[in-house]
């Protein structure tokens, strides 16, 4: 939202295309494989754990500080390439991401189903994901809803800390 629609779209053009990648390494059996190495997934949930605690202070500074949000910031030429690769490392570090993409194969395949059918799956729903998140990019980056989160940033900067604290209790609690 600080940043702009270009930025915003980089950003959700990575998520999007990490939740395609997500799906094609589905598709191939990675997901398969880290199942297999629980020690993996651990450490992954401990992160994500971890990381969300982080997110949770940095919005319980936020709030309590009452910092608005900057203004729109000068845009550099890499600045797209940055917000896509950030994108797509939060996407890829997302180990719930894994876990939805196991389930839609699971419902969306059956086992006697040839292969191309889980590639026009993987393909279908990565073109979802990458629309859903432009269409998101798109409208939170207008400037009456930017307008609007300035005036509740610290209500909702607060919902956030309190959200992601809960998130991570749960993962660091759940079962693999």
């Not at 949000?69 to 994108?87: I, P």
């Amino acid at each position: 939202m600080s940043r702009g629609r270009r930025e915003g779209k980089a950003l959700a053009l990575g998520v999007g295309t990490g939740s395609f990648l997500w799906g094609l390494l589905t598709l191939f059996g990675l997901t398969a494989l880290l199942t297999a190495y629980a020690a993996i997934l651990t450490v992954i949930k401990v992160a994500g754990a971890c990381y969300l605690l982080y997110l949770a202070f940095k919005a319980f500074r936020a709030a309590f500080k009452g910092t608005e949000m900057e203004a729109l910031a000068v845009r550099t030429k890499s600045g797209f390439w940055n917000y896509y690769r950030r994108g797509l490392i939060i996407q890829m570090t997302n180990p719930k991401a894994a876990f939805t993409w196991i389930a839609i194969l699971s419902l969306a395949m059956e086992q006697t189903a040839p292969f191309w059918a889980g590639g026009i799956v993987v393909v279908g729903t990565g073109i979802i994901s990458i629309l859903g998140h432009m269409a998101y990019a798109f409208v939170f980056s207008s400037t009456h809803m930017v307008n609007g989160y300035r005036k509740a940033q610290r209500w909702i900067d607060s919902a956030l800390g309190s959200f992601f604290t809960f998130a991570s209790y749960k993962i660091a609690n759940s079962d693999l």
